[in-house]
């Protein structure tokens, strides 16, 4: 899984590309992302993954209610259980668990690359 990037040229242009890419400027600089720290790409990797997580917890959260509610209670129970689930998951639950990722997105590292000495 690759980190998308976005680097500010010397020259000032703006370039987009993913870790572990090379990517050359209009100005003829050239950035090499390979180089970026493991670590730091590590967190950024498992912030991404953890927030993937948070969406499929709360897909699998309203399948078991709506199954629960289906053993209990037939149709109606699906429709009860899944939609109080949803709802309880989508508008409580999920807005406290993007503010804490969104405070892990804020605190995530940047990096001064350099252009390589040959361009």
């Known amino acids: 899984m690759s980190i998308p990037l976005t680097l500010r040229c010397e020259c000032g242009e703006v370039l987009s590309t993913q870790s572990g890419e090379a990517v050359t400027c209009t100005c003829g ?3 090499d992302t390979s180089s ?3 670590p730091s790409i590590a ?4 912030t991404q993954a953890r927030l993937r ?3 499929r917890l709360g897909v699998i959260t309203v399948v078991f209610f709506g ?3 289906f053993f209990l209670a037939g149709l109606p129970g699906v429709a009860a259980a899944a939609s109080v689930s949803a709802i309880l998951w989508w508008k409580v ?3 406290a ?3 804490k990722h969104m405070h892990d997105v804020t605190n995530l590292p940047t990096w001064d690359l350099e252009a390589d000495r040959d361009a």
Do not use: E, T, W
Request: charged share 25%.
């Open 29 to 31: 600089r050239r950035y």
């Open 36 to 38: 970026l720290p493991g």
């Open 43 to 46: 967190h950024v990797k498992a």
């Open 53 to 55: 997580l948070y969406a």
């Open 67 to 69: 199954l629960l509610g």
């Open 93 to 95: 639950v999920s807005p």
């Open 97 to 99: 668990l993007r503010r």
